[in-house]
Nanobody
Framework: VQLQASGGGLAQAGGSLRLSCAAS????????MGWFRQAPGKEREFVAA????????SYADSVKGRFTISRDNAKNTMTLQMNSLKPEDTAVYYC??????????????????????WGQGTLVTVSS
């Protein structure tokens, strides 16, 4: 599975950005997907996950109510709409594809260990 993340850039606090993740090499709809982020000097952390059919989603408390994860299985793409951005959202954002093809709820996929495939990351910088 190859994952290509895009859409990062510079935004002002309170602004919005939309990240996309394009997948290839595997039937996209068979696995849950997620977004993680890593700020400078910090460990990678969970941001959001979506079940393979898109029926359930899960968010980190820090982004709940501001970010929305979605997927289009017909187009093999996943997106992360980020609104009301804060300087603490500054990080490299990674999309990931789960290793299993189970139909668990998105809450099952909140840890990096549940993912096998990772994109290259896209940088999001939020200025105050």
């Amino acid at each position: 599975v190859q994952l290509q993340a895009s859409g990062g850039g510079l935004a002002q606090a309170g602004g919005s950005l939309r990240l996309s993740c394009a997948a290839s090499g595997r039937t996209f709809s068979t696995s849950a997907m997620g977004w993680f982020r890593q700020a400078p000097g910090k460990e990678r952390e969970f941001v959001a996950a979506i079940s393979r059919g898109g029926g359930t989603t899960s968010y980190a408390d820090s982004v709940k109510g501001r970010f929305t994860i979605s997927r289009d299985n017909a187009k093999n793409t996943m997106t992360l709409q980020m609104n009301s951005l804060k300087p603490e959202d500054t990080a490299v954002y990674y999309c990931a594809c789960a290793s299993d093809t189970s139909n668990y709820a998105a809450s099952h996929y909140r840890t990096s260990g549940t993912y096998t495939y990772w994109g290259q990351g896209t940088l999001v910088t939020v200025s105050s």
